[in-house]
Every structure is written in C-alpha cells, then in structure tokens.
C-alpha cells in the first residue's frame, strides 16, 4: 500500500467535494476544479476526511494510489487558499510589466517578449523585477511560472535572468587570464 495515500485528505471547511465513477469534483471559495478519476481507485468520504482506496493490486493501480491522493490534497489547497510561485529578474535593463492578460518581458533581447497567460491564473508584476503567478490548479500556475523563467533561464556566468525566488545558481568561474 502507498504510504502517501495511507494517511486520509482533510477537507477544510469551506470546501466541498462530490464524485462518482467518473470524476472527483472540488469546489471552494476561490474556485472549482474536477479530476477525472483513474480505473483502479475508490474514493470514501467519512467524517469530513477523504480516503482513498486501491481497488486492484497491479502497478498501475498502485501508482495511482498515492498520485489521485495527492492531486485532491492539491485540489482542496487550491480552492480554499489558491497556489503561488514566485519569480526574479536580475539582470541591468531587465524588467517585466502585464498589459491585459499579457506579460511584456524586456530582458536584453531586440524586443520585448510578449507572453498571453490563461485567464484561469493570475499574472501580477508589483515591482518591475518581481512576478508572481497565482491560481487555483497548482499544474497550470508551476506550467506558466516554467514557461515564463524559459524564456530567459539564469546563466551560470553573471547569474542574469530569470528565476524562481530562492532559487540557488550554481555560478561557474570565468575566463582566466595568463601572464
């Protein structure tokens, strides 16, 4: 048995949760979600916690134990509090601004880069060095926060870029010269 699925999901107050044969469904205050349900999976709702059970003992179903556990823990976190990833420029020059439903990034290219997020996440720039990324699917918000540090990963020399905040860049020594 998975020991990740062992341990039961708490639902937090303010989130309901309904599923059948097909699909877990997970509304809340900021939000719904739905999940279609794997074959081999059982879902039990008791006393407002949430268990889920294995139905066969093939690998597959033993893979998908722990996984359907863990994306309804995901679900009910997102719904009741939202996800968040946060993201640094650093580099001389380099800043970001959202028009509309649009990321505009200057980060030393001969244009800006223009990204178009999905309307179900929330793209924030407080500061022009500072993004954040928000939204109820913790897939969807880790998707566009890769995509948008994709389009200028830091670089090992100078550290320029952009980055995850609290990400650590393993720096590399430059060019010596020789007398």
């Given at each position: 048995?998975?020991?990740?699925?062992?341990?039961?999901?708490?639902l937090?107050?303010?989130?309901?949760?309904?599923?059948?044969?097909?699909?877990?469904?997970v509304?809340?205050p900021?939000?719904?979600?739905?999940?279609?349900?794997?074959?081999?999976?059982?879902?039990?709702n008791?006393?407002n916690?949430?268990?889920?059970n294995?139905?066969?003992d093939?690998?597959?179903?033993?893979?998908?134990?722990?996984t359907?556990k863990?994306?309804i823990?995901?679900?009910c976190v997102?719904?009741?509090?939202g996800?968040?990833?946060?993201l640094?420029?650093?580099?001389?020059?380099f800043r970001?601004?959202?028009?509309g439903n649009?990321l505009v990034?200057?980060i030393?290219?001969?244009?800006?880069?223009?990204?178009?997020?999905?309307?179900?996440?929330?793209?924030?720039?407080a500061?022009?060095?500072?993004?954040?990324?928000?939204?109820?699917?913790?897939?969807?918000?880790g998707?566009?926060?890769?995509k948008?540090?994709?389009?200028?990963?830091?670089?090992p020399?100078?550290?320029?870029?952009?980055?995850y905040?609290?990400?650590?860049?393993?720096?590399k020594?430059?060019k010596?010269?020789?007398?």
């Amino acid at each position: 048995m998975s020991r990740i699925a062992k341990t039961a999901v708490d639902l937090p107050k303010n989130v309901k949760i309904s599923f059948d044969k097909e699909a877990i469904n997970v509304e809340g205050p900021k939000g719904k979600l739905s999940l279609t349900m794997p074959a081999d999976v059982a879902l039990e709702n008791k006393d407002n916690k949430v268990f889920v059970n294995r139905l066969s003992d093939t690998k597959q179903a033993r893979s998908n134990h722990g996984t359907t556990k863990r994306l309804i823990d995901n679900m009910c976190v997102g719904v009741s509090n939202g996800h968040k990833k946060d993201l640094e420029i650093q580099g001389v020059g380099f800043r970001a601004a959202v028009q509309g439903n649009k990321l505009v990034l200057n980060i030393g290219f001969s244009h800006p880069v223009e990204y178009e997020f999905p309307k179900d996440v929330k793209v924030t720039a407080a500061k022009p060095t500072e993004i954040s990324v928000e939204g109820v699917d913790k897939a969807l918000v880790g998707l566009v926060a890769a995509k948008i540090r994709g389009f200028k990963p830091p670089e090992p020399y100078k550290g320029k870029g952009i980055r995850y905040v609290g990400e650590i860049v393993k720096r590399k020594q430059g060019k010596q010269v020789t007398k």
